[in-house]
């Protein structure tokens, strides 16, 4: 059984473009979540969908967006990119809704680096 | 200030000891989760808890909701042990996800 995919691994970008990254959740799996690490630092949360629907948002300015499709994969959208947005962008995946209750399976991340 | 608080940020052990990995946090929450995260980014759950004490293994978590603070325990540790430890919290309003920034264990042979 696959686990969670993300896409790509790696990523380089330049300041102002835009990028989007991708993620395909384990089977069965409804809610997808992203999170933003930078070098040295625990995570950051972006964003939570379930069901196709925003769940939850970190603080995090306008420039970030997201999206779930019908078959739940998801992909978040960083737009005029900053070299501040140079991290590790995880993806995890999880049965249900509420994220405070169930596990969530995390995928290998996406680097992005911006220069 | 961070709203989830780690200690210590950085620890060595012997093979074989026992370690203990705390986490406080400032905010009302849903659940804490803590969290493996080895070398490249790969990440894995390794429990949820809301209240009292959980085990897997040699791994034990216990949270205390009125002290705000929970503790990671690990067992005759092992090299392979050697990972970052990332305690999380969903906070009971605002629908928000907050980690602390990790500690980071290395085990000795």
């Known amino acids: 059984d696959a686990g969670v995919t993300q896409s790509p691994t790696h990523l380089i970008k330049t300041r102002g473009q835009q990028v989007t990254l991708r993620c395909s959740p384990i089977?069965?799996?409804?809610?997808v979540s992203w999170y933003q690490q930078v070098l040295g630092q625990g995570p950051q949360f972006i964003f939570q969908?379930?069901?196709?629907?925003?769940?939850g948002r970190g603080n995090f300015p306008d420039r970030f967006s997201a999206r779930q499709f019908p078959n739940y994969s998801s992909e978040l959208n960083v737009n005029a990119l900053l070299l501040g947005d140079s991290a590790l962008y995880l993806c995890?995946?999880?049965?249900?809704?509420?994220?405070?209750?169930?596990?969530?399976?995390f995928g290998q991340g996406t680097r992005l680096t911006v220069v | 200030k961070n709203e989830v608080e780690q200690s210590p940020q950085n620890l060595t052990a012997q093979e074989g000891e026992f370690i203990t990995i705390n986490c406080s946090y400032s905010?009302?929450?849903?659940?804490l989760h803590w969290l493996q995260q080895h070398p490249g980014g790969g990440i894995v759950s390794l429990f949820m808890?809301?209240?009292g004490k959980k085990k897997h293994g040699r791994l034990i978590a216990t949270i205390n909701i009125q002290e705000k603070h929970s503790s990671l325990h690990i067992t005759a540790s092992h090299p392979r042990d050697s990972a970052v430890y990332i305690c999380?919290?969903?906070?009971?309003?605002?629908?928000?996800?907050?980690f602390g920034t990790g500690t980071s264990l290395t085990v000795i042979p």
């Open positions: 995890a995946s999880s049965l249900a809704s509420r994220l405070w209750n169930t596990e969530a399976f």
């Open positions: 089977s069965g799996h409804k809610s």
């Open positions: 969908y379930y069901e196709k629907e925003e769940r």
């Open positions: 905010v009302g929450i849903s659940a």
């Open positions: 808890l809301s209240s």
């Open positions: 999380a919290v969903w906070t009971n309003t605002g629908n928000q996800f907050y």
